[in-house]
């Protein structure tokens, strides 16, 4: 569902947020616990609460909360989670207030039985679907648009549950990832677009399925492949069934997941290793935007492999000129104004030492509306540095993601109104330079197969046209 406004507590650094991670396993004894760590291997995916639903095989059994995965699942509390197999859910509120009522799974039953889902995404057509479900009789228990697909299938006139979970998804357009839970299943499903990862993988004879595969790595399960876009995967105890849940005719990976979201000592996305294609990026952007300078630091943590990747390639010294205190949480009491910059200064520290009087290239992943950026450099000059040069390495983000990522309208977009040498004023940088389209898809590996859109405006799945002024207005 679509809303106005920003998040009553938006985290301190105004960047792009986290959509949502998704983690399951069938077939293992201690399923609850193999889904507890996979969801904190998935944490960055999502911080505003988490759950796990499982099955015995004759009932399903949901624990879920408001926070952290280390702190909501408490041994006690996974004791009450029996059952073989199970599905878990980090949330990150694209659509639907940040409210215990939108923590996934959502566990309804309806006529065939318990259904456990978890979704990460975004529909697009979520508002039209949603008023029509409400005419015709549902009730909905959540603001999050992922309880539209439960309507759908509820709805459905399908002889069975993979026909009418098939039937539903074809009623609905945007970005899924799903995992749904049954008494005796678990389904994997991918949109036709393969806009977020999803892969499967193997542990102890048991089948596993994640947003990312570091959440494998922590397990010790092996990667076996991703989940097809538009391909419905149903794991039984009759093994693997694959059906074509949705006809695919074009790929769009979201390239901001390989530039920002996964974790960079993930694979995704067909194995595309982020860390690598992210220092990539830094030497591409190197080769276009070179300048003479002492040093090269990254803006922590996600500028780190591109910052090493422009070092590589411009010859210039690498170094940690800002510090990351990694124990914020999500909200912080802020002093008065008697502390300037107080919310870049509760995670970033300069170095001053190591600053004082060297010209600085500074790379981030991306500027969106640009006041983290100014206070970052205003931090670095107060640290005593003669120049600060800004090299992001991704394009000027203009435009919002309807997909499943939490970005600023369109209107707070800095990049979506301003030229670069406005923005460089407005940052009070001595340079400032972002990686080109054309470089950005240079280092990617089947560039046709990604989504550009916060680049380039061109989306590719179409908004329904009585909404599209509505998603411009509004983030999701």
């Known amino acids: 569902m679509i809303r106005p406004g920003k998040h009553a507590n938006r985290p301190l650094f105004q960047t792009p947020h986290e959509e949502c991670g998704v983690f399951g396993v069938y077939g293992h004894s201690e399923s609850a616990n193999l889904t507890y760590l996979g969801l904190h291997a ?11 639903c499982t ?30 197999s199970a599905i878990g859910h980090n949330r990150y509120s694209t659509a639907g207030v940040s409210a215990l009522k939108n923590v996934q799974p959502i566990v309804v039953n309806f006529s065939l039985g318990p259904m456990a889902i978890a979704h990460n995404g975004n529909l697009i057509n979520a508002v039209s679907l949603r008023s029509a479900l409400e005419e015709d009789g549902a009730i909905f228990q959540s603001n999050s648009d992922s309880e539209v697909i439960v309507h759908l299938t509820a709805h459905s006139k399908g002889g069975d549950i993979h026909q ?23 389904i994997a499903i991918r949109d036709p677009f393969g806009v977020r990862p999803l892969s499967l993988g193997e542990f102890d004879g048991a089948h596993v399925v994640a947003s990312e595969t570091c959440a494998f790595d922590l397990i010790g399960a092996k990667y076996i492949r991703d989940v097809e876009p538009g391909e419905m995967l149903v794991i039984s105890e009759r093994g693997t069934e694959s059906f074509r849940a949705v006809n695919s005719t074009i790929k769009a990976h979201c ?66 000129g800002l510090i990351r205190n990694h124990y914020v949480g999500r909200t912080f009491i802020e002093p008065k104004q008697s502390i300037r910059h107080f919310g ?10 190591l600053l004082a009087g060297k010209r600085l290239i500074a790379v981030d992943d991306s500027i969106v509306r640009g006041t983290t950026s100014k206070k970052i450099v205003k931090m670095l000059r107060e640290g005593g540095s003669k120049e600060v040069h800004m090299r992001i390495s991704s394009p000027r983000t203009i435009g919002p993601c309807f997909y499943g990522i939490d970005t600023p309208t369109r209107q707070e977009l800095i990049a979506s109104s301003h030229l670069n040498e406005e923005i460089r004023k407005y940052i009070t940088a001595d340079s400032l330079s972002y990686l080109s389209i054309e470089g950005l898809k240079r280092v990617l590996p089947s560039p046709e197969d990604f989504c550009y859109a916060c680049f380039d405006n061109l989306y590719p799945i179409s908004f329904p046209d009585e909404h599209l002024h509505q998603m411009e207005l509004f983030s999701v």
């Open 42 to 52: 998935l944490q960055h995916r999502g911080q505003e609460g988490a759950g796990i």
């Open 55 to 84: 099955s015995d095989g004759k009932q399903l059994h949901i624990e879920k909360a408001m926070g952290l995965v280390a702190d909501i699942f408490s041994e006690k509390r996974l004791k009450r989670l029996p059952g073989y």
């Open 164 to 186: 009418r979970i098939i039937s539903a998804l074809n009623q609905v357009k945007g970005a899924y990832s799903l995992l749904i839970l049954l008494e005796k299943e678990m």
């Open 255 to 320: 390239v901001f997941e390989l530039i920002y979201f996964a974790r960079p000592d993930s694979n995704i996305f067909g194995g595309i290793n982020v860390n690598q294609i992210r220092k990539a990026l830094g030497r591409q952007l190197a080769r276009e935007a070179r300048i003479d300078a002492d040093l090269v630091i990254p803006v922590p943590d996600s500028g780190m492999p591109a910052a090493i990747g422009y070092s590589e390639e411009s010859e210039l010294p690498f170094d940690l």
């Open 344 to 353: 870049v200064k509760i995670k970033l520290n300069p170095v001053r030492q």
